[in-house]
């Protein structure tokens, strides 16, 4: 499974900031408490890394902007996804009591050499925080225009769109995944939404 912060073609993520390789960390002198300069050490770095790779990377809280890169089945299959938006809810709710509403926003990149022809939706899910898992519906949502029912990418052409979710009212979202072949597929995007 990949993860939206996992590097691969494209450069994006994967680079991690190299502790105490060949330079020095300066104490003393000037500003803070006891003299010290006001620097951030090891543990503070640490913690404060992933929120820093995110905004590098121009990630969302929700995982938006992340691009995770896929590998179908066939030779020369490659496809890039990027979650745009999580809306939540997308619409008002059809009666009381009825599921809400999500929309996942993606774009979908051909990064290959040969066309990538797949149904969008049921290749697309949301994760609930104590499991169930939820499987995207071709359809209308107030967030913005669907993805189609079936896309065909070119290589090096994109479409972008929104997957439509119902989720029962009370449904807590940990994740969105995303696999190829009509989310059958062995290597899967997962993005966190929390």
């Not at 990630?59 to 020369?76: I, N």
């Not at 938006?85 to 009825?98: I, L, T, Y």
């Not at 051909?110 to 071709?138: C, I, K, M, Q, W």
């Not at 119902?166 to 190829?180: G, I, S, T």
């Amino acid at each position: 499974m990949r993860h939206g912060s996992h590097g691969g073609r494209g450069g994006r993520g994967g680079h991690r900031a190299q502790e105490g390789r060949g330079g020095h960390e300066r104490h003393g002198g000037g500003g803070g408490p006891g003299g010290r300069a006001g620097r951030a050490g090891p543990s503070a770095r640490l913690l404060l890394a992933p929120l820093v790779a995110a905004l590098l990377l121009g990630a969302g809280p929700d995982g938006s902007g992340e691009t995770v890169p896929l590998d179908g089945d066939r030779p020369g299959e490659h496809l890039d996804v990027t979650l745009t938006r999580v809306v939540d809810p997308a619409g008002p709710p059809s009666a009381p009591g009825a599921d809400r509403l999500v929309a996942v926003g993606l774009r979908l990149e051909n990064t290959g050499t040969v066309p990538y022809e797949d149904s969008p939706a049921p290749a697309a899910h949301l994760l609930g925080t104590d499991g169930e898992r939820f499987t995207g519906l071709s359809g209308t949502t107030d967030a913005g225009p669907a993805l189609p029912d079936r896309v065909t990418l070119e290589p090096g052409r994109s479409a972008s769109g929104y997957v439509a979710f119902r989720v029962p009212q009370e449904a807590d979202l940990a994740a969105v995944q995303f696999a190829l072949d009509t989310g059958l597929g062995d290597d899967v995007a997962q993005w966190s939404l929390s």
